[in-house]
Nanobody, 124 residues
Framework: QVHLVESGGGLVQAGGSLRLSCAAS????????MGWFRQAPGKEREFVAA????????DYADSVKGRFTISRDNAMNTVYLQMNSLKPEDTAVYYC?????????????????WGQGTQVTVSS
């Protein structure tokens, strides 16, 4: 069992930045790939970004490429999502998730554990 806690969400103006953090319990954090997803009201949960066990491999949704950066600190059991040039359409609840097998994946149904989410609101 892995427990995930997201933080760093909030209200920001368009063009601004936020950094989300996701702290994981357990001693095997470096075995897992990690992902960030988001869900806006009335919409499906969608892939945002993912990072491999080592942090050397990443993947991003087209809508966030060049604006968001995913990274991880295995010593701190934490994954981050740096979000720059935020747009109103980035408004959503953001979730981090664990892929136990350690592969970078984009499908929500491929992830094994989820955090409770953190709200990001971007005003125009």
């Amino acid at each position: 069992q892995v427990h995930l806690v997201e933080s760093g969400g909030g209200l920001v103006q368009a063009g601004g930045s936020l950094r989300l953090s996701c702290a994981a319990s357990g001693r095997t954090f470096n075995y897992y790939a990690m992902g960030w997803f988001r869900q806006a009201p009335g919409k499906e949960r969608e892939f945002v970004a993912a990072v491999s066990r080592s942090g050397r491999s990443t993947d991003y949704a087209d809508s966030v490429k060049g604006r968001f950066t995913i990274s991880r600190d295995n010593a701190m059991n934490t994954v981050y999502l740096q979000m720059n040039s935020l747009k109103p359409e980035d408004t959503a609840v953001y979730y981090c998730a664990v892929h136990e097998a350690g592969y970078v994946r984009t499908g929500a149904d491929e992830y094994d554990y989820w955090g409770q989410g953190t709200q990001v609101t971007v005003s125009s």
